[in-house]
């Protein structure tokens, strides 16, 4: 079956840096676009950025510039290395096969002083 298992939040003074990765299973990883999402409370949960199969990104208005999304196919995994973070930013961010019902379980990012 479909897994997918991110690690990487916690908690981290504003500036800060984190890296999330997001080890997938159970799927042809280098054919299926990946995605990172967000979900802070009291809000909808929002794209963050995706990568293609080929490598092209997109990425949310609030993160350009701050966040990179990458891939390792030979490690079936998905990263978001993010920089400059802000409060706001805080939230569980979840990574997705494509546009599927795959999601992983999340893992919580919180910016704080």
């Known amino acids: 079956q479909v897994q997918l298992v991110e690690s990487g939040g916690g908690l981290v003074q504003p500036g800060g840096s984190l890296r999330l990765s997001c080890a997938a299973s159970?799927?042809?990883?280098?054919?299926?676009?990946m995605g990172w999402y967000r979900q802070a409370p009291g809000k909808q949960r929002e794209l963050v950025a995706h990568i293609t199969s080929v490598g092209s990104t997109n990425y949310a208005d609030s993160v350009k510039g701050r966040f990179t999304i990458s891939r390792d196919a030979a490690k079936n995994t998905v990263y978001l290395q993010m920089t400059s973070l802000k409060p706001e930013d805080t939230a569980v961010y979840y990574c997705?096969?494509?546009?599927?019902?795959?999601w992983g379980q999340g893992t919580q990012v919180t910016v704080s002083s």
């Open positions: 159970g799927i042809i990883f280098r054919l299926n676009t």
């Open positions: 997705r096969v494509g546009v599927s019902d795959y």
